[in-house]
């Protein structure tokens, strides 16, 4: 097997077990047991275990270039870049769920790991979202609410949205696709913090 | 990494702050410019080396010089031709 190709294998094994049983439920020989090969091999790709986990997020994450494309193409106003950015994350999420039961288990056994979550996935929102707020406050589109809240407000409601959808495909909203989904629950959130385009 | 002695004819402070703001602040500095002329940014997100790669992949604007100094990136692009 070419370099790559191990490289690939290890990944997508990896993402399975640490999806399953967190960063800490598993161990480098568990991974090397599973795909049939000793634990050297392993380590010929990746230093340690926290390197492997570290590429697993590298590597199921969406591409930076799809968030690139989502900020610059259409509208440049705060709620069309909101809702493309959310349409990217959304789309990912879909296609890989693994990320999303990572992230919860990242949530119950670390909470270093969980800030790590916090940092590559959901801080380009929240960030976006209240210097956004901040500036635009001041012309007069948004309410006075606080910026650090409303963010913590779409990153709660966005999570929860993709759990019902991805994790335990929950009967409740079943007449709506993980985008609609999405895209009504940004229109009550810009509503809630007053924003007038 | 090329050289340029061109002149920068517009300067953007980007630290502190996370994609897609960088880029959002870069396309919106860059409407002011006039085809040829260069942008130098600064940033602060290690993520911002391949976001610029990406940005200027999609605009057509040309990444002139990439640098590293004390945990800060710096970025020279320069707007693309008519």
Known sequence: ?197 | MTTNVDSIDMELDARGLNCPLPILRAKKSMNELGSGQRIKITATDPGSIKDFEAFCKQTGNELQETTEVNGEFVFVIRKAGA
């Not at chain 1, 590298?58 to 709620?79: K, M, Q, W």
């Not at chain 1, 406050?137 to 019902?164: C, D, H, W």
């Not at chain 1, 696709?177 to 229109?187: C, W, Y």
């Open chain 1, 1 to 197: 097997m070419k370099a790559a190709e191990r490289r690939a294998s290890i990944l997508a094994v990896a993402k399975i077990l640490f999806a399953d049983c967190g960063y800490h439920g598993v161990s480098v020989d568990e991974i090397a047991k599973r795909l049939g090969v000793s634990p050297a091999v392993l380590y010929q790709h990746f230093t340690s275990k926290e390197a492997l986990y570290e590429a697993v997020l590298n590597e199921i994450a969406c591409h930076r270039e799809s968030y690139v494309e989502a900020a610059l193409t259409g509208p440049d106003d705060f709620s069309s870049v909101l809702t493309r950015m959310t349409r990217v994350y959304v789309d990912s999420v879909v296609n890989d769920p693994d990320y999303l039961k990572m992230e919860m288990q990242a949530l119950l056994e670390d909470a270093r790991l969980a800030r790590q979550f916090f940092d590559s996935r959901w801080k380009s929102f929240t960030d976006f979202i209240e210097v956004n707020m901040q500036e635009l406050t001041a012309s007069g589109k948004f309410s006075q609410v606080n910026p650090r809240i409303a963010s913590l407000m779409f990153q709660g409601m966005v999570r929860e949205a993709l759990y019902a959808k991805c994790i335990y495909d929950a009967e409740r909203y079943q007449d709506y696709s993980p985008q609609e989904l999405a895209e009504q629950l940004i229109e009550l959130f810009l509503h809630a913090i007053g924003y007038r385009p």
